[in-house]
């Protein structure tokens, strides 16, 4: 059964930082284009920062360049989203989602192009 499940999230001040995780079961995770979202009420969802498996090259949405970053840990077939710095705007529920490997960075910050979702995660930024 093909599953991705995100952790991580919670409460964290402004300037603070997290890192959330997306475990994949059912299948090996670092042979598809992987995705971060994110959706915040009354928005719709949007791309954060995806990694294309065909050529290894990522993608990040202007509002968190040099403050986000993805790695990913093959052997525990998982993939982490590292904030820093984080604004109340980066209030959101988090989701991790996998394409095909075809889709390469010019196409992987949309989200119709993945099939796989987990179910997200809660990041709240607050003093």
């Known amino acids: 059964q093909v599953q991705l499940v995100e952790s991580g999230g919670g409460l964290v001040q402004p300037g603070g930082s997290l890192r959330l995780s997306c475990a994949a079961s059912?299948?090996?995770?670092?042979?598809?284009?992987i995705g971060w979202f994110r959706q915040a009420p009354g928005k719709e969802r949007e791309g954060v920062l995806c990694i294309s498996s065909s050529d290894d090259t990522t993608a990040y949405a202007d509002s968190v360049k040099d403050r986000f970053t993805i790695s990913s840990d093959n052997a525990k077939n998982t993939v982490y989203l590292h904030m820093n710095n984080l604004k109340p705007e980066d209030t959101a529920v988090y989701y991790c989602a996998t394409a095909p490997p075809a889709y390469g960075s010019s196409w992987c910050l949309i989200a119709g192009v993945y099939d796989y979702w987990g179910q997200g995660t809660q990041v709240t930024v607050s003093s």
């Open positions: 059912g299948f090996t995770l670092n042979y598809y284009t």
